[in-house]
Every structure is written in structure tokens, then in C-alpha cells.
T-cell receptor, first 118, second 113 residues
Framework: AQKITQTQPGMFVQEKEAVTLDCTYD???????LFWYKQPSSGEMIFLIY??????QNATEGRYSLNFQKARKSANLVISASQLGDSAMYFC???????????????FGTGTQLKVEL | EAQVTQNPRYLITVTGKKLTVTCSQN?????MSWYRQDPGLGLRQIYY???????DKGDVPEGYKVSRKEKRNFPLILESPSPNQTSLYFC????????????FGQGTRLTVV
């Protein structure tokens, strides 16, 4: 079974509007972390936001917020007031708990390609 | 500036010719990993290291080697590259267990012909 599922291969949004990128996850661990990364066409991986499984509040970082619904095992990324520079591939990832955790291994989804239009 | 540096950024090589992709971090991080990114598959962990001389296999280790002789460096070695190792490679580092952030290098785009 997929541990991280991103069901939207591609999304379009108009500039200045908000957009939600979906992510669901599967784990039996109680302690885990959820990450979102942005990958522009230049290829680098840019960290956006983190949510811990025990965090009671949804994480926010500037225009990014994470809509964390633990019971539904979803961790959707919300980008407010989209800008042209937000056009990129977005990856959801999970770090599971355990003693070693695979060296802080991140398990990634397949990504959502976001295109912001004028 | 805190960073993870990979070299080279781009590499085209021939089947069977040994190559090394270097990775260095300046944050004194204990944990380092190598990932490969392939279309439709996201990123998958190749190898990881939790400290000097401590390395272990990730999800897709076949055809790769690593070493961790110094804390800052974690090179990825392809002893006999094959075309199915054509991919985008990332080195990542993080501090301590259950990290809240992982820093990635700029990526190395490898083509094996």
C-alpha cells in the first residue's frame, strides 16, 4: 500500500486565489512527521512546512498552511494568494517514528504539478 | 550559510565507468541520506547514514555504495553504472532523530548511456 498518496497529478489556479493540494498518508506509528517540499523547474527541493503528529495546531509558514486531519490521515497543503512563482511540483513526505526511522527517512508521494495562471 | 552541496550538478557517463557523486554539509548534522527521483515515483531512499562509519541500505540500494569517513561528507559511488541508474539524485541531511526539517542538496542529474 502507498504510504503517501497525492491524487492530483496536476492543478491549475488563478493568481491571487488559494489552492489546496491533497495528501493522505498511511502509518501505524504514533509518532511521525509530515513535510511539504516545493520543486521548481530548476530542480532543487525547497522545504515549505512541517507538521508533527502530536502537534495540536495546524502548522503555518507565511502563505503556506497545513490542514492536518489526523483521524482522516490527511495533511493537505494550502497556499493562499497564489503567485506566478508558486508554479512548481509539490511533494508531500512522511518521516515515521521508531528507534532509527531509517535515518530520518522521508517517504515521498508522487507529487502534484501546480500551475498558476494570470 | 547552512547548506548541502552536491557535485557535479550534471553528469553524462557511459555504462560501466565508475563514478562518485560528492555530498557535503556544513551544519554538523548526524543524519545523511541519498535519494533518487524518477518520474511518477517521487523520491526513494538509496542509502543513509546516522553517523561516521554508520551506514545502511534504504529502499533501492542495488548498484550503489556509500561511505561516511567524515561527518560532513557522504559520497555516493556507482561502481558500474547502468542505464537504469539514469535519474535525478539528491543528498539530504538532518539533525538528530525525528527531525522536523531535512535539508536537500541542489540535485545531480545523471545520465548513463
Amino acid at each position: 500500500a502507498q504510504k503517501i498518496t497525492q491524487t492530483q497529478p496536476g492543478m491549475f489556479v488563478q493568481e491571487k486565489e488559494a489552492v489546496t493540494l491533497d495528501c493522505t498518508y498511511d502509518t501505524s506509528d504514533q509518532s511521525y512527521g509530515l513535510f511539504w517540499y516545493k520543486q521548481p523547474s530548476s530542480g532543487e527541493m525547497i522545504f515549505l512546512i512541517y507538521q508533527g503528529s502530536y502537534d495540536e495546531q495546524n502548522a503555518t509558514e507565511g502563505r503556506y498552511s497545513l490542514n492536518f486531519q489526523k483521524a482522516r490521515k490527511s495533511a493537505n497543503l494550502v497556499i493562499s494568494a497564489s503567485q506566478l512563482g508558486d508554479s512548481a511540483m509539490y511533494f508531500c513526505a512522511m518521516r515515521e517514528g521508531g528507534l532509527t526511522g531509517g535515518g530520518n527517512k522521508l517517504t515521498f508521494g508522487t507529487g502534484t504539478q501546480l500551475k498558476v495562471e494570470l | 550559510e547552512a547548506q548541502v552541496t552536491q557535485n557535479p550538478r550534471y553528469l553524462i557517463t557511459v555504462t560501466g565507468k565508475k563514478l562518485t557523486v560528492t555530498c557535503s554539509q556544513n551544519m554538523n548534522h548526524e543524519y545523511m541520506s541519498w535519494y533518487r527521483q524518477d518520474p511518477g515515483l517521487g523520491l526513494r531512499q538509496i542509502y543513509y547514514s546516522m553517523n561516521v562509519e554508520v551506514t545502511d541500505k534504504g529502499d533501492v540500494p542495488e548498484g550503489y555504495k556509500v561511505s561516511r569517513k567524515e561527518k560532513r561528507n557522504f559520497p555516493l559511488i556507482l561502481e558500474s553504472p547502468s542505464p537504469n541508474q539514469t535519474s535525478l539524485y539528491f543528498c539530504a541531511s538532518s539533525f538528530g532523530q525525528r527531525t522536523t526539517e531535512a535539508f536537500f542538496g541542489q540535485g545531480t542529474r545523471l545520465t548513463v548511456v
